[in-house]
């Protein structure tokens, strides 16, 4: 059986982490680096081969033999290497842009790509691949997205295909980080101000614990399901929250905007119409939701 052959455009740790797997399972592996045409840069590249058997190419060599070509830039570069590989993008090959950016930026890419003939798949990486390795879930979207998802996972990657529309995986992604990247700053801030105050550890603690005896989809519903009744009550509590961090010369990015947040809750009825807790998140969503859009227009 002829091996798959996978070009990867941009080789840093997403790079470097799922060649391995890939090429560990069988695959043809060729990667290209504008690092490579700096100073350093293929020692830098050779550096982050994981195996052996991978090889360095130049761009047009690795679009030009690969059945599957993997965009792993930064966000800002994406759409300059979409429109550097259609010079070299033939039909029958599939253009996978990993890369994290919103979801217009992903419909923008497929644009510029279609032109060549090729089919265009969107990839969006759930997690940080540093932590999980090549097992990172991965979601893909596009005509051919349930091709590469199968493909993929037998090369050792974990690929669900989400949608044929172009842009919902990233739209998944974008707003999946509204938690993880805010819940990233939000215990920085806790544990910086817990360390202004002496009592970084004893914070740690007590929020480890409580967060591994209770499971979270009970936590987060009833955090949700309480604010229809308690957002007045934790408003007035935040306001004390962030005098106390400037108290102790702390800045309340996070605190503050969660101070607004409350205090934005108190003027779209929540309290006229909820006299008490409801049964599911699903009713607090629902009416904010409608609330805020009524807000917009």
């Not at 996070?254 to 699903?282: H, I, N, Q, V, Y």
């Amino acid at each position: 059986m002829t091996p798959v052959r996978i070009g990867f455009i941009g080789f840093g740790e997403v790079g470097s982490v799922f060649s391995k797997a890939m090429w560990e399972k069988g695959a043809e592996i060729l990667v290209y680096d504008i690092l490579l045409s700096q100073k350093g840069g293929v020692e830098t590249i050779q550096k982050r081969l994981r195996a052996d058997g991978i090889q360095i190419g130049s761009l047009d060599e690795v679009v030009t033999n690969s059945q599957y070509v993997l965009s792993t830039v930064t966000t800002q570069a994406a759409k300059d290497v979409a429109k550097a590989c259609t010079e070299y993008l033939k039909p029958g090959q599939i253009y996978v842009d990993l890369n994290s950016t919103s979801p217009s930026t992903k419909v923008e890419v497929c644009q510029i790509i279609q032109p060549s003939g090729v089919d265009f798949v969107e990839g969006a990486i759930l997690g940080a691949v540093g932590t999980t390795g090549p097992r990172t879930r991965i979601l893909t979207t596009g005509k051919k997205g349930e091709e590469v998802a199968k493909t993929f996972n037998k090369l050792g990657l974990n690929v669900s295909f989400y949608s044929h529309e172009i842009g919902k995986a990233s739209m998944f992604k974008m707003l999946r980080s509204i938690f993880s990247k805010g819940l990233e700053n939000l215990i920085l801030e806790l544990l910086i101000a817990g360390k202004r105050a002496g009592i970084e550890e004893d914070l740690w603690d007590d929020i480890v614990h409580f967060m591994t005896e209770n499971p979270f989809d009970r936590v987060a519903s009833n955090w949700v399901q309480t604010h229809a009744v308690a957002h007045e009550r934790r408003y007035h509590e935040m306001v004390q929250v962030v005098e106390t961090m400037r108290e102790i010369g702390v800045e309340p990015i996070m605190t503050s905007s969660t101070e607004a947040f409350f205090k934005r809750s108190l003027s779209l009825g929540l309290r006229e119409t909820f006299s008490e807790k409801p049964d599911s998140l699903d009713e607090v969503v629902d009416f904010m939701e409608k609330q805020l859009q009524n807000f917009a227009h």
